[in-house]
């Protein structure tokens, strides 16, 4: 499961690790400073039609960072339950 990040249109830059959509910096309170990365990418447009998408656990995630942007056709499906950590559990 990724997080979808930026959508068509967007601009998306990450230096250092931070992301920035659209020269904004993305909250993503959510990543434990363990798991978080120190990559720089893009920019990038986001073509039509595509997503870019992120792993919660960037330092070891494959993402668009790396095999590029999803088809919106790809998307599928929503996340309906967290089970892990379980003292995070939670029904969206």
């Not at 993503?28 to 656990?57: A, C, K, L, N, T």
């Amino acid at each position: 499961v990724k997080r979808v990040i930026a959508e068509e249109g967007d601009i998306v830059k990450i230096t250092d690790g931070r992301v920035l959509v659209n020269d904004l910096p993305l909250d993503d309170s959510y990543v434990s400073p363990e798991y978080r990365s120190h990559d720089d990418w893009g920019p990038q447009v986001i073509p039509e039609g595509y997503y870019f998408v992120m792993g919660d656990h960037r330092n070891n995630s494959s993402d668009s960072r790396h095999w590029g942007m999803v088809p919106k056709r790809y998307i599928i499906g929503k996340v309906q339950v967290r089970w892990w950590p379980l003292q995070q559990s939670k029904v969206f």
